[in-house]
Every structure is written in structure tokens, then in C-alpha cells.
T-cell receptor
Framework: TQLLEQSPQFLSIQEGENLTVYCNSS?????LQWYRQEPGEGPVLLVT?????EVKKLKRLTFQFGDARKDSSLHITAAQPGDTGLYLC??????????FGSGTKLNVKP | ETGVTQTPRHLVMGMTNKKSLKCEQH?????MYWYKQSAKKPLELMFV???????ENNSVPSRFSPECPNSSHLFLHLHTLQPEDSALYLC?????????????FGEGSRLTVL
């Protein structure tokens, strides 16, 4: 049983479309992070959300932490080919252990 | 360039071989990690070192043996591996192993066990 469930697993869309990726759990996390991993590279941090209900924006990416700190979403507006990659959520449990979701593989076609 | 360097990038080994993966961080961080990334599975935390002391060992088989000689270097010694151990092994570092700090990952070592 995975502590963090990510959906969808795969997403293939056209440039300019919007999309949302979800990260859900029955556990409460101290904080939640989103990473993007491109082929042949390690994951790179996009954002950390700490407070329940928190919303953070990074250009066309909007991240939200659920009120109960059990879930999170990543919304991309007007996706571009450069957004292609594997998106990973990671929840911090007990302040010292990150649990990762299995990832959402996004492909944005020009 | 994340400041975390892993070598080798690719490794093919037989089940009876002994090899090592190396990780070096140039960020002055106090914590270093080994993660295993397999297809369609979440990243699995294997080991955590804080100030050269192992603080986490997630029920990893003894055929994987970590070593942290100083806070900048981390090794993963491999021996008598199984084909199911084939995966991308990621090293990461962070300022501290507690708190909400960012994990800085290396590019990974792609291991294939024949």
C-alpha cells in the first residue's frame, strides 16, 4: 500500500491545454513538495507547501495543499512542451521522512 | 548542475560481481540519502546518513551496503545482486535530515543486473 497516491499516472496533451495532477493520502503530512524529473536527470524541487489550504504559484503552475494537509494538486495552465517530464509529490511525515508518490508522466505535444 | 554528482551513470553487472556507486555533494549539506527508483513505483528510501551517522535503514537487503566516510561522500557497495535490483539509484543531500528542507538529487546511476 502506497502512502501517497498520484493520479493520473500518464497524461498526454496538446500544447496550450490545461491539466491537473493529484496527490492523495489518508495520512497527514508536515509539508508536501512537488518535484519534476526530466529524462536522464534527478528530480528537481518545484515547490514546498506547509500550511493547510496554502496556494503557491510558479508562473503557469499552481500548487495547492489541502486544508487537512492530506492531499495536494498541481495545475498547469497553457502547457508547453518544456513542461514535459515526470512530476513527483513527496509528503514529509514525522518531520524527517519523505514519502514519494509514484509520479505522473506528462507529455506535452507541440 | 545540482551540486550532487553520481558515478558511474550506467553500470551493468552480473549477479556474482561486486561494484560500488559513488556520490559526492558540494553543497555543505549534513544529510545524504540513497533512493531506489523503479518503473511505476514510488521512490524508495534506502538509507539516510546525518553527519556521517546512519539514521535510517529501510529494511534493505544486506547485499546493499552503504558507507559514508565524511559528510560530502556516500557510497553504495553492491554484491551478489538479483535481476530485480535493476533500477535507477539516486543519491540526494539536504541541509538537515529533519525539517522541510529541499532534497537535492544527483542524476542517478542506472544499474542493470544480468
Amino acid at each position: 500500500t502506497q502512502l501517497l497516491e498520484q493520479s493520473p499516472q500518464f497524461l498526454s496533451i496538446q500544447e496550450g491545454e490545461n491539466l491537473t495532477v493529484y496527490c492523495n493520502s489518508s495520512s497527514v503530512f508536515s509539508s508536501l513538495q512537488w518535484y519534476r524529473q526530466e529524462p536522464g536527470e534527478g528530480p528537481v524541487l518545484l515547490v514546498t507547501v506547509v500550511t493547510g489550504g496554502e496556494v503557491k504559484k510558479l508562473k503557469r503552475l499552481t500548487f495547492q495543499f489541502g486544508d487537512a494537509r492530506k492531499d495536494s494538486s498541481l495545475h498547469i495552465t497553457a502547457a508547453q512542451p518544456g513542461d514535459t517530464g515526470l512530476y513527483l509529490c513527496a509528503g514529509l511525515y514525522n518531520f524527517n521522512k519523505f514519502y514519494f508518490g509514484s509520479g505522473t508522466k506528462l507529455n506535452v505535444k507541440p | 548542475e545540482t551540486g550532487v554528482t553520481q558515478t558511474p551513470r550506467h553500470l551493468v553487472m552480473g549477479m556474482t560481481n561486486k561494484k560500488s556507486l559513488k556520490c559526492e555533494q558540494h553543497l555543505g549539506h549534513n544529510a545524504m540519502y540513497w533512493y531506489k527508483q523503479s518503473a511505476k513505483k514510488p521512490l524508495e528510501l534506502m538509507f539516510v546518513y546525518s553527519l556521517e551517522e546512519r539514521v535510517e535503514n529501510n529494511s534493505v537487503p544486506s547485499r546493499f551496503s552503504p558507507e559514508c566516510p565524511n559528510s560530502s561522500h556516500l557510497f553504495l557497495h553492491l554484491h551478489t545482486l538479483q535481476p530485480e535490483d535493476s533500477a535507477l539509484y539516486l543519491c540526494a543531500s539536504s541541509y538537515s535530515w529533519t525539517g522541510t528542507g529541499e532534497l537535492f538529487f544527483g542524476e542517478g546511476s542506472r544499474l542493470t543486473v544480468l
